[in-house]
């Protein structure tokens, strides 16, 4: 089992840059394939951005491509998701998601394969 922790969230104005962290505790962090999910007031919960086990390989939504960059640190049990450019539509609660079970590549975008996440963190984009 995993718990995860997110920080970094807060108030940024439009083209500004914010660094999300999810640190990880409990064993074998390797064996969790990591993503972060946001959630805008009166929406659903979307796919953000997801990396794989061992950091090699980034999955991003289209909405985050080349402004977005996820990395994880296995030594420190961490994952950052570093946002740049931002908009006001970015605004949402940004939350970490871990999930242990077989990879499949159709899965990554969807909520329901991932079997923990954190408490969230609000970030705020103003115009």
Same mark, same amino acid.
């Given at each position: ?16 840059? /914010? ?7 409990? +064993? ?28 090699? +390989? ?22 950052? /998701?570093?946002?740049?450019? /931002? ?19 159709? /899965? ?15 970030? +705020?984009?103003?115009?």
């Amino acid at each position: 089992q995993v718990q995860l922790v997110e920080s970094g969230g807060g108030l940024v104005q439009a083209g500004g840059s /914010l660094r999300l962290s999810c640190a990880a505790s409990g +064993t074998l962090f390797t064996s969790y394939f990591m993503g972060w999910f946001r959630q805008a007031p009166g929406k659903e919960r979307e796919f953000v951005i997801a990396i794989s086990r061992s950091g090699s +390989t980034p999955y991003y939504a289209d909405s985050v491509k080349g402004r977005f960059t996820i990395s994880r640190d296995n030594a420190k049990n961490m994952v950052y /998701l570093q946002m740049n450019s /931002l908009k006001p539509e970015d605004t949402a609660v940004y939350y970490c998601a871990a999930v242990n079970r077989p990879f499949a590549r159709s /899965l990554v975008p969807t909520s329901d394969w991932y079997n923990y996440w954190g408490q969230g963190t609000q970030v +705020t984009v103003s115009s």
